[in-house]
């Protein structure tokens, strides 16, 4: 299948910093899209390291015997331990973290492989129907598993954003890693939160599904999300596959 990709991110309306970052692989190999905390630098330090070290683990270890799945836990573990290493250096950016998503196609395995970290999301668009294919590390995502909380109640929990897993933590202990199904026709959807805290799923899915350029239609999400309030930073990856 071919593919087809872009990405695009904004500060949106309020902030005055942009503290997510994404990252393309120019032969579309992997791409990357990460949310960072931890203040204006601190944040932006933390998104900038984490894509910076998934993207050159895996160029680096492209043509090595390691598994697809092996790859990108690898690639998360260098993530971490590079945002580490800079709380170290920099005390003041201690409290730093970043969520991250990732998604990887190496050849010739038939499948693409996702990793995440944190609540920025994948979604694949198959038709017209929408499937979140990554599960938020949250409390509040936590609290709709045990049933703690229904999905309705947990969009305007005051907890929502409470993250239980992110890189830039020694105690980091789960990275999801997990292979896709996709086809001709599906696009993939790789985004921060600030894109999801302004657009409902069925609008997400909307703007997929018509309009075919990637160009446009990262443009389209960003713009409808800023529309809506554009309260955080909007970070938006698609890739189309077309049967060739």
Known sequence: MQRFFAGLTDPGLLRTSNQDAYYLDKLGRF???ADGMGGHAGGQEASRLATEAIYQYLDNHWESTESPDV?????FIAANDAILKDQYHHP????MGT???????????SHPWCAHVGD?????????KLDQITTDHTWVAKAIE??????DESKHHPWRHVLSQCLGREDLNRIDVQSLDVSGGDRLLLCSDGLTEELSDPLIATHLKSIRSCPTAVESLVDAA?????????????VAFQDE
């Not at 800023?226 to 698609?238: A, E, H, P």
Request: overall charge positive; proline content about 2%.
């Open 31 to 33: 791409f990357v899209v």
């Open 71 to 75: 790859m990108l836990r690898k690639a």
């Open 92 to 95: 003041e950016r201690a409290d």
């Open 99 to 109: 969520t991250a998503v990732a998604v990887m196609f190496r050849e010739p395995d």
């Open 120 to 128: 920025s999301r994948l979604y694949r668009l198959r038709g017209a």
């Open 146 to 151: 045990e049933g703690e909380l229904t999905v």
């Open 226 to 238: 800023k529309q809506r309030g554009g309260r955080d930073n909007i970070t938006v990856v698609v």
